[in-house]
C-alpha cells in the first residue's frame, strides 16, 4: 500500500513518521508555505481537554502519545526541544483556581491516565518564585504534565525519522488527482505520484487543496502573530509553562533566556501571514499586564502562523463522504503542538483502514457547521 501526505506540518509529519515506522511505502509532499502554522507555534503542551470539549478521551489519549513519541525520537538521537517542565495554572481570583484545581485532580485520578501528575495548589507568592516575571499576590495550580516543544524542530525531527525508515519527499504545491470516485494519487510540480491513500494535513490551505473535487471543509486561516522576548542575564530554562486561568493567554520559557508571549487570535486576517504593528503591540501589552517583570524585557523575534481553525471549533479528522482514499487531518486551531502528534498518528491508522482507536464522530469533515 503507498500512502501521500500532503503538508510536513506537525500533523504531517506525525502520519509520515507513524507509516513509515510501519514500513508503509509513504511520500510526504511539502509546499513551504510562508505562514505555516507549526514554525510559528508558541511551543506550550496542556495535557488535559478543556470544558467543553466534544470528545476529552481524545485528548486525553494525545497527552499520553506525546512523552512516548518524543521519547522514542530523543533515541533517535534527534532533537525536539522537548521538556516535561510543568506548568501552572495561575490568577489571583481564589475561588476560581480552587474550581480548576478540583477539575484538574479529579483528571489526574482517572484510572490509566498519567498525563496530568500530581496537582497541586501553590499559594499566593508561589508562581512568582517559579517564574520569576508574575506578579508577587499571584496563586496557582501546578500541573507537572505541561511541556513545551519546538513545533519546528519537532517536525523536523519526525520527517528525518520518517526518512530513516524509507519514506521520501517531494517538494512543491499538491493538487489532488481523482473524482467523485476517489482520489488516485497527487501531482506535484507536474508530476504524478499514485497512491492508494492520500492524507491531507495542509493546514490552513486543506480548503483549497479539497474544493476542486467539490469538498468543502469548515476550515480557515486565523492569524496568531507571537512575540518572543528575551531577558539577559536571567536562566530561564527550568521556568514552568503558565497559563492564566480564566483566559486564553499563556507565557512559557525556552533555554537560555527567551520567553514565549501567548499570541493574537485573528479570525478575519485570511493568509496575510504579515505581523502588524496592532497585533504585536496588543501582544505585548498584554504580556506585560499580566507579567509586569517583563517590562524591561527584549523583543527578541516576532513569528506569524496562520493556524488551520475549524468554523465550530472542532478540529476536522476523517474520510469525507464520496471521496474514498482520502483522510482530511486538520483544524487544531491554536492546539496544533498540543494535539498534532497524535492526530497525526490516528490519521497514520485511518488511511490504513484500521480502528483510530478513538471516537471520531464530532469530528466529521461533513458535520454541520456554522455558517461562515
Same mark, same amino acid.
Given at each position: 500500500?503507498?500512502?501521500?501526505?500532503?503538508?510536513?506540518?506537525?500533523?504531517?509529519? *506525525?502520519?509520515?513518521?507513524?507509516?513509515?515506522?510501519?514500513?508503509?511505502?509513504?511520500?510526504?509532499?511539502?509546499?513551504?508555505?510562508?505562514?505555516?502554522?507549526?514554525?510559528?507555534?508558541?511551543?506550550? =503542551?496542556?495535557?488535559?481537554?478543556?470544558?467543553?470539549?466534544?470528545? $476529552?478521551?481524545?485528548?486525553?489519549?494525545?497527552?499520553?502519545?506525546?512523552?512516548?513519541?518524543?521519547?522514542?525520537?530523543?533515541?533517535?538521537?534527534?532533537? %525536539?526541544?522537548?521538556?516535561? %517542565?510543568?506548568?501552572? *495554572? @495561575?490568577?489571583?481570583?481564589?475561588?476560581?483556581?480552587?474550581? !480548576?484545581?478540583?477539575?484538574?485532580?479529579?483528571?489526574?485520578?482517572?484510572?490509566?491516565?498519567?498525563?496530568?501528575?500530581?496537582?497541586?495548589?501553590?499559594?499566593?507568592? /508561589?508562581?512568582?518564585?517559579?517564574?520569576?516575571? +508574575?506578579?508577587?499576590?499571584?496563586?496557582? @495550580?501546578?500541573?507537572?504534565?505541561?511541556?513545551?516543544?519546538?513545533?519546528?524542530?519537532?517536525?523536523?525531527?519526525?520527517?528525518?525519522?520518517?526518512?530513516?525508515?524509507?519514506?521520501?519527499?517531494?517538494?512543491?504545491?499538491?493538487?489532488?488527482?481523482?473524482?467523485? *470516485?476517489?482520489? %488516485?494519487?497527487?501531482?506535484?510540480?507536474?508530476?504524478?505520484?499514485?497512491?492508494?491513500?492520500?492524507?491531507?494535513?495542509?493546514?490552513?490551505?486543506?480548503?483549497?487543496?479539497?474544493?476542486?473535487?467539490? =469538498?468543502?471543509?469548515?476550515?480557515?486561516?486565523?492569524?496568531?502573530?507571537?512575540?518572543?522576548?528575551?531577558? $539577559?542575564?536571567?536562566?530561564?530554562?527550568?521556568?514552568?509553562?503558565?497559563?492564566?486561568?480564566?483566559?486564553?493567554?499563556?507565557?512559557?520559557?525556552?533555554?537560555?533566556?527567551?520567553?514565549?508571549?501567548?499570541?493574537?487570535?485573528?479570525?478575519?486576517?485570511?493568509?496575510?501571514?504579515?505581523?502588524?504593528?496592532?497585533?504585536?503591540?496588543?501582544?505585548?501589552?498584554?504580556?506585560?499586564?499580566?507579567?509586569?517583570? +517583563? !517590562?524591561?524585557?527584549?523583543?527578541? /523575534?516576532?513569528?506569524?502562523? +496562520?493556524?488551520?481553525?475549524?468554523?465550530?471549533?472542532?478540529?476536522?479528522?476523517?474520510? $469525507?463522504?464520496?471521496?474514498?482514499?482520502? =483522510?482530511?487531518?486538520?483544524?487544531?486551531?491554536?492546539?496544533? +503542538? %498540543?494535539?498534532?502528534?497524535?492526530?497525526?498518528? @490516528?490519521?497514520?491508522?485511518?488511511?490504513?483502514?484500521?480502528?483510530?482507536?478513538?471516537?471520531?464522530? $464530532?469530528?466529521?469533515?461533513?458535520?454541520?457547521?456554522?455558517?461562515?
Amino acid at each position: 500500500m503507498r500512502v501521500i501526505v500532503v503538508g510536513a506540518g506537525i500533523v504531517g509529519a *506525525s502520519a509520515a513518521y507513524h507509516l513509515a515506522k510501519r514500513g508503509v511505502p509513504t511520500t510526504l509532499v511539502d509546499a513551504r508555505l510562508r505562514g505555516a502554522a507549526t514554525p510559528a507555534g508558541a511551543g506550550i =503542551v496542556f495535557p488535559w481537554p478543556f470544558p467543553g470539549d466534544p470528545a $476529552p478521551d481524545f485528548a486525553l489519549q494525545a497527552a499520553e502519545h506525546l512523552p512516548a513519541l518524543m521519547r522514542d525520537l530523543a533515541d533517535d538521537g534527534l532533537p %525536539t526541544g522537548y521538556a516535561r %517542565t510543568g506548568g501552572m *495554572s @495561575v490568577g489571583t481570583d481564589t475561588d476560581a483556581l480552587d474550581a !480548576e484545581y478540583g477539575m484538574l485532580a479529579d483528571l489526574a485520578r482517572r484510572p490509566g491516565y498519567t498525563g496530568l501528575g500530581e496537582v497541586a495548589r501553590l499559594e499566593r507568592g /508561589e508562581p512568582a518564585r517559579r517564574f520569576p516575571v +508574575l506578579p508577587e499576590d499571584t496563586a496557582g @495550580v501546578w500541573v507537572p504534565g505541561m511541556a513545551r516543544l519546538d513545533g519546528a524542530r519537532t517536525a523536523a525531527a519526525l520527517v528525518d525519522a520518517a526518512e530513516q525508515r524509507g519514506a521520501r519527499r517531494a517538494a512543491g504545491d499538491a493538487a489532488l488527482i481523482g473524482g467523485a *470516485s476517489g482520489v %488516485t494519487g497527487v501531482r506535484v510540480g507536474g508530476t504524478d505520484l499514485p497512491a492508494d491513500a492520500v492524507i491531507v494535513a495542509a493546514g490552513a490551505w486543506t480548503a483549497p487543496l479539497l474544493a476542486p473535487l467539490g =469538498v468543502r471543509v469548515p476550515v480557515y486561516p486565523m492569524r496568531g502573530q507571537i512575540v518572543h522576548a528575551a531577558l $539577559p542575564g536571567r536562566a530561564t530554562r527550568d521556568w514552568p509553562a503558565v497559563r492564566f486561568a480564566g483566559g486564553t493567554h499563556y507565557m512559557l520559557a525556552f533555554p537560555p533566556d527567551r520567553v514565549v508571549l501567548s499570541g493574537t487570535r485573528e479570525p478575519d486576517a485570511g493568509f496575510d501571514a504579515r505581523a502588524t504593528v496592532g497585533g504585536v503591540a496588543r501582544v505585548l501589552a498584554d504580556a506585560v499586564g499580566l507579567a509586569p517583570g +517583563l !517590562e524591561g524585557a527584549t523583543v527578541a /523575534e516576532t513569528r506569524v502562523g +496562520l493556524r488551520p481553525a475549524a468554523r465550530d471549533g472542532r478540529q476536522i479528522l476523517g474520510t $469525507p463522504a464520496g471521496l474514498p482514499g482520502v =483522510v482530511v487531518a486538520t483544524g487544531l486551531g491554536a492546539n496544533g +503542538l %498540543t494535539l498534532g502528534p497524535y492526530q497525526g498518528a @490516528v490519521a497514520a491508522r485511518l488511511a490504513l483502514g484500521e480502528d483510530p482507536g478513538c471516537d471520531l464522530a $464530532p469530528f466529521h469533515p461533513d458535520r454541520p457547521v456554522p455558517a461562515e
